[in-house]
């Protein structure tokens, strides 16, 4: 796989376009500078992996787009060292931005094609999730917790309970709910029984479904 200065160079007008939709974080522009985001694409799609869009991966899922990334990101609000709830591996590319943060990296995958492909894929080009599972992300990861930050990479269509019970006291769920359309949503734990919600906007995303298959 090659990473050319057309690429880098691709990379660095989408990163400009970020900026410009927004995006501050520095870190989360840096790692979206640095990630071969073509590597992560279907063959078909290659040509546009720089377009700030979202594309098709296996099994009917997407790689979302750039932007919903680097917005989820910046919403963690997490630094180098701090660990990460993924739920949602789809391609892959979502862990490789917090990986190349510094961030210890936990990720949940329900389709057994993708988990099997991108558990695979990822550590081949360098990024070492410290965990990546084949289970139900509305569950989260009890074992593991408390995190940090949680980001739901699918639209949930409630706030699943455990999760919440699974952030650390200051960490964070950034979780897109919704049906058709969801609504980009942070909650904050401010102590063992409180949460702030606050909203961000409107998202689409593929459905959070149940169970793993
Ligand atoms: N973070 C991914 C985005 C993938 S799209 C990326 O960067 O490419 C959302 C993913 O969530 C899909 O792969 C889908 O299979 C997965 N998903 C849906 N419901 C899930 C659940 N309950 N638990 C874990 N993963 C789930």
Not at 138 to 153: D, R
Not at 181 to 191: D, E, L
Request: aromatic content about 10%.
């Amino acid at each position: 796989m090659k990473d050319t200065f057309t690429h880098k160079g691709m990379r660095k007008k989408l990163v400009d376009t970020l900026r410009k939709k927004g995006i501050t974080n520095e870190e989360v522009l840096k790692a979206i500078q640095n990630i071969p985001r073509h590597w992560f694409m279907d063959s078909g799609f290659v040509d546009h992996a720089y377009v700030d869009k979202a594309f098709p991966i296996a099994a009917e899922q997407t790689i979302s787009q750039p932007y919903t990334v680097a917005r989820q990101t910046e919403l963690l609000e997490i630094t180098a060292g701090d660990t990460v709830l993924e739920i949602g591996t789809g391609s892959g590319y979502q862990s490789a931005v917090l990986l190349e943060m510094g961030v210890t990296v936990y990720t949940i995958e329900r389709q057994n094609e993708l988990f099997k492909k991108t558990s695979l894929f990822l550590p081949k080009i360098g990024y070492r999730p410290k965990k990546m599972v084949f289970g139900d992300g509305y569950k989260g990861l009890p074992e593991f917790a408390p995190f940090n930050g949680i980001v739901v990479t699918a639209g949930a269509p409630f706030v699943p309970k455990p999760l919440l019970a699974q952030l650390k006291i200051g960490g964070r769920l950034v979780i897109p709910v919704g049906e058709e359309v969801q609504i980009m949503t942070v909650f904050t734990r401010t102590s063992g029984t409180h949460f702030e919600k606050a909203e961000h906007g409107e998202f689409r995303f593929v459905p959070l479904l149940e169970d793993k298959n």
